[in-house]
């Protein structure tokens, strides 16, 4: 028996599903496969960029996902940093003020906000949408070995009681993670800078709600006699991440039994006779793993198969899903639309320059102060190359050209230019109050500016059956009266804006 599909994704991390969920909205069939039999209980990201949840918000999941960040913080927010011999003697960092903070992450117009949310408890929101709305979900089943050739591609999966099936799918999404079999299996090796550290991942239980009381933080980072490392915190008060440092050339901690673990971690937190539970442990490492191709034929690798790098700045995994984003509109429309196939090429030309800077820029924040803003005399060349946050996650440019054009792949302010995320601004349509961005996400949109004086008929042509066009002040109105359509788009200086359905310009033109 073989089960036919769509697309076959493996993988139910963060970008597994989200790619699931954007195939959903444009009814693609598909089967998204996951080899363990629930979502990993290791919180490591936590930082959901304001672009994530924009692209959340098409599939309806933005307030869902802000409601599970909100309740992850039983004490304190997410943020503050502290750095000491132990946790219960760190000091805080001297940062830079809330709003500069703010600003870090991106003061952008968006009808989104960041969204502080351990992977954790963000996983189960995606996975349980996806069942709500029907979706074919497999846990516990296995990719084993996979085959392909012009029609498609044949998987051969395992489930937890050992039974294989196989799956034929016109394509496949490899979100299998940064040990990616998908990526192994197709022979794609990657660039590879050094890697500086070396952690082990400890994901523990230990009632701290007393002890950190008005001295809460996102990171804390120790070092004495007995322990190196940085705590994450999840909830700031029974659960807690702590990450080992270690030199696999001398030692190899999670070899080692969990009463010399708990050892180092009573070392690391100050208190002696603390009772602590191990819940989960695994290791990983910085650096940053870039590979050398994100597609092979009908395969494509998206997330931490494609790319990993540190987490410092939080970029690795909001690069997925915006990776995910990017490839499933192209993928609905070569599949349901018969767009040239040639389309798919451009997943990885678009996406592959962003993973490589934002890796770079996640190494250059291996400085715990320059990750804080904080500058020092040792992080003077860091703070030369660094890059606002916000900048990368909203701000970046697809061009082939773009990396040459701008030195660094961005621009100064999104304003409707060919290769950026169209502008933000509230508008009324219909009587309804939204986004820009809220006309986006399933098929391509033609924007016209008041003082345009073509047809949409004339800009489009024959397209105009499959594309939607609003025009400013005759089918929706801007909400505040400073921003009109030359004060949005005021560096494109065009009336017809198209619009990817990922929300990204795809060309303007000029008025005549
Ligand atoms: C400590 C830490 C903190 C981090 N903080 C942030 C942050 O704040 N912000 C941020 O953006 N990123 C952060 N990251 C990075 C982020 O966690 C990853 O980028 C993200 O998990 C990638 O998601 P993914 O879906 O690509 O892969 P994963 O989450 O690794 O999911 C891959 C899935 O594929 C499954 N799988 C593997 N092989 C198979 C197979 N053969 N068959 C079927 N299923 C398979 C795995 O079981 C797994 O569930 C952090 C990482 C760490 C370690």
């Given at each position: 028996m073989?089960?036919?599909?769509?697309v076959l994704?493996v993988?139910g991390?963060p970008?597994g599903?989200?790619a699931?969920?954007?195939l959903?909205k444009?009814?693609?069939?598909?089967i998204l496969?996951e080899?363990?039999e629930?979502e990993?209980?290791?919180?490591?990201a936590r930082g959901?960029?304001?672009?994530?949840l924009e692209?959340?918000?098409?599939?309806?999941?933005?307030?869902a996902?802000q409601?599970?960040g909100?309740?992850a913080?039983e004490?304190?927010?997410?943020?503050?940093?502290?750095r000491g011999r132990?946790?219960l003697?760190?000091e805080?960092l001297?940062?830079?003020?809330?709003?500069?903070m703010m600003?870090?992450?991106?003061?952008?117009?968006s009808?989104?906000?960041?969204?502080p949310?351990?992977?954790?408890?963000?996983?189960?929101?995606?996975r349980?949408?996806l069942k709500d709305r029907g979706?074919?979900l497999?846990?516990g089943?296995?990719?084993k070995r996979?085959?392909?050739d012009?029609a498609?591609?044949?998987?051969?999966?395992n489930?937890?009681q050992?039974?294989e099936?196989t799956i034929?799918?016109?394509?496949?999404i490899?979100?299998d993670g940064g040990?990616?079999?998908?990526?192994?299996?197709l022979?794609i090796?990657?660039s590879q800078?050094?890697?500086?550290?070396h952690?082990?991942?400890?994901?523990?239980r230990?009632?701290?709600?007393?002890?950190?009381s008005?001295r809460?933080?996102?990171?804390?980072?120790i070092a004495?006699?007995k322990?190196?490392?940085i705590?994450?915190s999840k909830?700031n008060?029974?659960?807690w991440s702590?990450?080992l440092?270690?030199?696999?050339?001398?030692?190899s901690?999670?070899?080692?039994p969990?009463?010399?673990i708990i050892e180092l971690?009573?070392?690391?937190?100050?208190?002696e006779?603390?009772?602590?539970?191990?819940?989960?442990?695994?290791?990983?490492?910085t650096?940053?793993?870039?590979?050398?191709?994100?597609?092979a034929?009908?395969?494509f690798?998206?997330?931490?198969?494609?790319?990993?790098m540190?987490?410092?700045g939080?970029l690795n995994?909001?690069t997925g899903?915006a990776?995910?984003?990017?490839?499933v509109?192209?993928?609905?429309a070569?599949?349901q639309?018969g767009?040239?196939?040639m389309?798919?090429?451009t997943?990885?030309e678009?996406r592959?320059p962003?993973?490589i800077?934002n890796?770079?820029?996640?190494?250059?924040?291996s400085?715990?102060d320059?990750?804080?803003?904080i500058?020092?005399e040792s992080?003077?060349?860091?703070?030369?190359?660094?890059?606002?946050?916000?900048?990368?996650q909203l701000?970046?440019?697809?061009?082939?050209a773009?990396?040459?054009?701008?030195?660094?792949g961005?621009?100064?302010q999104?304003?409707?230019?060919?290769?950026t995320?169209f502008?933000?601004?509230?508008?009324t349509?219909e009587?309804?109050?939204?986004s820009?961005?809220?006309?986006?996400?399933?098929g391509?949109?033609?924007?016209?500016?008041p003082?345009s004086?073509?047809?949409?008929q004339q800009?489009l042509?024959p397209?105009?059956t499959?594309t939607k066009?609003y025009k400013?002040?005759?089918?929706?109105?801007?909400?505040?009266?400073?921003?009109t359509?030359?004060?949005?788009?005021a560096?494109a200086?065009q009336?017809d804006?198209?619009?990817?359905?990922?929300?990204?310009?795809?060309?303007?033109?000029?008025t005549?």
């Amino acid at each position: 028996m073989t089960d036919k599909t769509g697309v076959l994704i493996v993988g139910g991390g963060p970008v597994g599903l989200s790619a699931a969920l954007f195939l959903q909205k444009y009814k693609i069939p598909f089967i998204l496969i996951e080899k363990d039999e629930s979502e990993s209980i290791l919180p490591r990201a936590r930082g959901w960029h304001v672009r994530t949840l924009e692209i959340l918000r098409q599939v309806g999941l933005e307030d869902a996902v802000q409601a599970a960040g909100k309740a992850a913080w039983e004490q304190g927010g997410f943020g503050g940093a502290r750095r000491g011999r132990t946790m219960l003697s760190s000091e805080a960092l001297n940062m830079p003020s809330r709003e500069a903070m703010m600003a870090m992450m991106g003061n952008d117009p968006s009808p989104s906000s960041f969204c502080p949310c351990p992977q954790s408890l963000l996983d189960p929101v995606l996975r349980q949408a996806l069942k709500d709305r029907g979706a074919d979900l497999r846990y516990g089943c296995a990719l084993k070995r996979l085959t392909q050739d012009d029609a498609g591609v044949l998987a051969h999966v395992n489930n937890m009681q050992g039974v294989e099936l196989t799956i034929s799918a016109q394509y496949l999404i490899g979100a299998d993670g940064g040990r990616s079999f998908v990526r192994r299996e197709l022979g794609i090796t990657n660039s590879q800078t050094a890697v500086e550290t070396h952690y082990l991942n400890i994901f523990f239980r230990a009632d701290l709600k007393e002890a950190v009381s008005n001295r809460t933080f996102s990171q804390c980072e120790i070092a004495n006699e007995k322990v190196r490392g940085i705590f994450l915190s999840k909830n700031n008060t029974t659960e807690w991440s702590f990450h080992l440092e270690y030199d696999p050339i001398s030692s190899s901690p999670i070899e080692q039994p969990d009463t010399q673990i708990i050892e180092l971690l009573r070392s690391a937190i100050g208190e002696e006779n603390l009772p602590i539970e191990i819940l989960a442990k695994t290791t990983w490492s910085t650096g940053v793993r870039v590979a050398h191709s994100f597609r092979a034929g009908r395969v494509f690798l998206a997330g931490d198969a494609a790319h990993t790098m540190p987490p410092w700045g939080g970029l690795n995994g909001n690069t997925g899903v915006a990776d995910a984003h990017n490839l499933v509109w192209k993928l609905a429309a070569v599949m349901q639309e018969g767009a040239d196939p040639m389309l798919l090429d451009t997943y990885e030309e678009e996406r592959r320059p962003v993973a490589i800077r934002n890796g770079k820029q996640a190494s250059l924040r291996s400085d715990f102060d320059a990750r804080f803003e904080i500058r020092t005399e040792s992080n003077q060349e860091a703070f030369r190359q660094l890059q606002n946050l916000g900048t990368l996650q909203l701000k970046y440019k697809y061009s082939a050209a773009s990396q040459e054009e701008t030195g660094n792949g961005t621009v100064e302010q999104l304003a409707g230019q060919p290769g950026t995320r169209f502008p933000h601004a509230w508008i009324t349509l219909e009587g309804e109050r939204m986004s820009t961005l809220d006309l986006f996400g399933k098929g391509y949109v033609l924007l016209q500016g008041p003082t345009s004086t073509l047809s949409a008929q004339q800009v489009l042509g024959p397209a105009i059956t499959r594309t939607k066009a609003y025009k400013v002040g005759t089918d929706f109105s801007f909400c505040d009266e400073n921003v009109t359509w030359s004060t949005l788009t005021a560096q494109a200086g065009q009336e017809d804006i198209l619009v990817r359905p990922d929300g990204f310009v795809a060309y303007g033109l000029q008025t005549p």
